[in-house]
């Protein structure tokens, strides 16, 4: 398994992100996606990518753990409905890993809220 998957499952089955999203039975039905999500795919939904990945570094040397940092972003209609989405992948993720940062945009063309979740994982 990789984080990506893993972090795709999480999400997918969590109670409060499908409450926003919908329940998916395949990854084929669903509002998660890898990297980045069809200009047509229905709102509210949620893409991710790996952003950063580094070898954690101690005073013996290079240990076998890694670092990835993951942009989670969750896209809506409303700014209220990316908040609140981002809210439950963030319970959704408490004590796997912890957040690097949270910030909003706002895309004027598509009229789209979004909040990225920068999440870090250890692996």
């Not at 240990?63 to 209609?77: D, E, L, S, V, Y």
Request: negative net charge.
């Amino acid at each position: 398994m990789t984080i990506e998957s893993d972090l795709y499952t999480t999400l997918n089955t969590n109670a409060g992100v499908r409450a926003i999203v919908g329940e998916a039975t395949s990854p084929q039905q669903s509002r998660i996606y890898p990297s980045i999500a069809p200009e047509s795919a229905a709102l509210p939904r949620i893409d991710y990518l790996n952003v950063a990945g580094s070898r954690i570094h101690t005073l013996p040397g290079t240990g076998n753990m890694i670092r990835k940092r993951i942009q989670i972003n969750c896209h809506a209609r409303t700014y209220t409905e990316s908040k609140t989405l981002a809210a439950a992948v963030i319970a959704a993720l408490e004590g796997d890993g912890y957040l690097e940062l949270e910030f909003d945009l706002y895309d004027s063309t598509t009229q789209i809220h979004t909040v990225i979740v920068d999440w870090s994982f250890l692996t």
